[in-house]
């Protein structure tokens, strides 16, 4: 508990519209409770003793002044100037650096900064700063684009993180030519008078093309590749260990008693219920080849839901500390690129014996929830088990039986997947009762030619039956949380906090400039009323991708603060871990549970280090998947500059109006001087852009029709213009 405070207090005492306030102040702006109280005292003490926060004049709590010296993470401007991010929080916030005080700083690296004071304005001390040591170097190695300058070569790098290009030579060395996309290493850093120097150590490939982008994108994120020998080896020889036991070698006839063994490291036995006569399927896009959860579903004597969530055993496969987990906890996740797959684990496995593959023998950990005709719990219970799934189903299939087109499908799968459908429904509505969000923030899915160019998109499928799948996801996860909590014993959980009051008031400002109304503090069904308020109009991306910014980001971590949009007390992943590391984790200690040894749960773990870890490599995969997606879409859209775009305004700041297209995803800026023939201002507390002449205002959430002007992919922007005058 005091280490969730901690986090609440620095967190709290860190946002930019912070005033210090008092001890009893500030535990009400956090919402502690009278019992809660001695513990926040404690946590707040240890800060204080720590140095990292102060108390002030009249017991005013704020976190420490700006030190003459500070170490931080800097961020370059392209305009070149930056910031240097503090590593201990202070109560002015970042520090600005000009353009002739980096160092030869870039983004992302660690340095220390001298602070000099500018003076006072509207009484606050203003600081600038300059680097004098750079601590640690972010990266060496840049992809980019090789052009030829009329003073010789240079690589261009690839997108926002610097922007500056690097000076090559011998291009010749490894073959490398004009608009190659490579991968360079910097062998001396930029200065006010000369470019970084860098020499090519690998070519990618003609850029513009698919695979050259793909191994751009690799390397730039320094995504895992091929698994090592020793992987690949150790998952062979699992594999065919399994193939021994024949489970898989026959469609679905009953497991013998011999079959249901499954031999362990140390030759232990571990039994497992034999559920390879009911029926199982599994429901995933059309092209997924990992299946990691099937679905049961059945009435019991009582005439309540006895909903099955089965979840491949990858625990039975991988061990721990072997080669195989050591890689899985290096990469945390699979990543998934247009029309590529990094796996977690390799395919002989996630593919393969992993994989819960129609009419194969599979060894799952089973999650039993048990509903009242309400879609109340009534009670849950776990099983290792063998399972045969009757049939592999696309969200496609499903979504077309459950309107009536049932043609070749077999009776117990229909009726199996409108039962589905009945309780899918009484489960989110309940959660939904219970405060449960969802955020309409519409995906799109790329439409590409067979060398992987863009052709076109459209919107990525959202129908009911992903709803189905989730519902049931959520509720396995939920279930599985509840009992080790219960159990008390150390988890990976998935943690969503609790919004701070401040950025609840700043969503509630927001909002009002948008003509809807929302509390100035307000709770999970004031957010629920407004996103369905704004469903189906103009303004309703814009009013989403607000709510988002306005939480924090969920996070694997050990602290048992639930899961705020879910409206869960208990969260943790389990339900896939041929993908997700963190699940395999969950799933090592439900084995425990299984097997009634939960007192060799592993409590020296480090939980809180490798949840940071994990939390990283997941955020990596995101952001990887939404940049190439974007490069995609930028190379396309270059092709056809002039062309209009149906457009939503997602975003405004003093030099523009950025807006995201409806169709591709992509974001575009519309500067100032191309808004038309007026004198246009920005209006921050408003949160609008003002033409002084015609009265137009240009706000949040309006939908505009652009035209475009400009793209460059190697820095990811494309510039818009208004197609049509903007009118008030």
């Known amino acids: 508990m005091p280490e969730i405070f901690k986090r609440n207090i620095t967190k709290f005492l860190k946002h930019a519209d912070y005033t210090p306030l008092k001890l009893g102040q500030l535990a009400k702006a956090l919402g502690v409770s009278s019992e809660d109280y001695p513990k926040f005292k404690s946590a707040f003490d240890q800060l204080r003793q720590a140095g990292r926060l102060t108390l002030g004049a009249r017991n005013l709590i704020s976190l420490p002044p700006m030190s003459g010296r500070i170490t931080g993470t800097f961020r370059a401007n392209p305009k070149g100037f930056g910031f240097v991010i503090p590593l201990e929080p202070n109560s002015y916030g970042d520090l600005f650096i000009p353009p002739d005080a980096t160092f030869e700083a870039m983004t992302g690296d660690i340095v220390a900064a001298k602070v000099v004071k500018k003076g006072k304005r509207a009484g606050q001390m203003r600081y600038t700063g300059k680097v004098v040591e750079i601590l640690q170097r972010a990266q060496n190695k840049f992809v980019g684009t090789l052009l030829k300058q009329k003073d010789g070569w240079i690589v261009q790098p690839d997108g926002k993180g610097f922007s500056e290009p690097i000076s090559v030579d011998d291009v010749g060395a490894k073959g490398a030519r004009q608009k190659d996309k490579v991968v360079v290493e910097i062998i001396s850093w930029p200065s006010e008078k000369y470019l970084a120097r860098g020499v090519i150590i690998e070519v990618l490939g003609r850029a513009g093309h698919y695979e050259s982008e793909i191994k751009s994108i690799i390397r730039q994120y320094h995504l895992p590749d091929e698994f090592e020998d020793d992987c690949i080896e150790q998952a062979r020889q699992v594999s065919a260990e399994f193939n021994t036991d024949q489970l898989g070698s026959r469609a679905c006839s009953p497991a013998t008693k011999k079959e249901i063994l499954h031999f362990v490291q140390n030759d232990k036995e571990k039994r497992r219920e034999d559920i390879t006569k009911k029926i199982i399927v599994t429901i995933d896009p059309p092209d997924a080849k990992d299946f990691d959860d099937a679905i049961s579903l059945e009435k019991n004597a009582d005439g309540n839901w006895v909903l099955g969530v089965h979840i491949a055993d990858v625990g039975n496969f991988v061990q721990p500390d072997s080669p195989l987990d050591a890689e899985a906890k290096e990469r945390g996740n699979s990543v998934y690129l247009p029309g590529k797959v990094i796996p977690m684990l390799p395919e002989i496995l996630s593919n393969g014996i992993c994989s819960l593959q129609a009419g194969q023998k599979r060894f799952v950990k089973s999650a039993y929830i048990t509903y009242d005709r309400q879609g109340n719990i009534l009670s849950r219970r776990f099983a290792n088990s063998v399972i045969c799934s009757s049939r592999r189903l696309t969200y496609q299939q499903v979504d077309r039986v459950l309107k009536g087109h049932t043609k070749g499908i077999e009776p117990e799968v229909i009726e199996l997947l409108k039962n589905m459908q009945t309780l899918s429904r009484l489960i989110e509505k309940r959660r939904t009762k219970n405060g449960m969000l969802h955020l309409d923030l519409p995906e799109t899915e790329l439409i590409m030619d067979k060398s992987g160019r863009v052709v076109d998109a459209r919107p990525a499928d959202a129908g009911e039956p992903h709803t189905i799948i989730e519902m049931f996801m959520v509720e396995a996860n939920d279930a599985v949380a509840s009992l080790l909590d219960r159990l008390n014993v150390p988890i990976m959980r998935r943690i969503h906090p609790e919004p701070d009051v401040l950025s609840m008031k700043n969503l509630s400002k927001l909002i009002r400039t948008l003509g809807y109304s929302l ?210």
């Open 519 to 728: 509390p100035r503090t307000p709770d999970r069904k004031a957010i629920q009323d407004l996103l369905a308020a704004v469903e189906d109009t103009d303004c309703s991306l814009a009013v989403n991708l607000a709510v988002l910014r306005s939480f924090e980001k969920a996070e694997y971590s050990p602290l048992h603060i639930g899961h705020y949009a879910l409206a869960s007390t208990h969260y943790c992943h389990f339900t896939s871990p041929i993908r997700r590391y963190a699940d395999l984790l969950v799933h090592r200690v439900l084995e425990s549970y299984l097997q009634k040894r939960l007192d060799t749960v592993n409590r020296q773990q480090d939980l809180t280090e490798l949840g940071k870890h994990i939390t990283f490599t997941e955020q990596r995969a995101e952001d990887a998947e939404r940049e190439l997606k974007t490069v995609l879409v930028l190379q396309m859209l270059s092709k056809h500059i002039g062309d209009e775009l149906d457009c939503v305004v997602t975003g405004l700041a003093g030099f523009g109006v950025f807006v995201q297209s409806r169709k591709f995803g992509v974001d575009g800026l519309i500067k100032m001087a191309d808004l038309g023939p007026d004198v246009w201002k920005y209006n921050q507390k408003n949160q609008c852009i003002v033409g002084q002449r015609s009265g137009c205002t240009i706000h949040l959430g309006r939908a505009v029709k652009v035209r475009i002007v400009s793209v460059n992919v190697p820095a990811r922007q494309m510039n818009v213009s208004p197609a049509e005058p903007l009118k008030a």
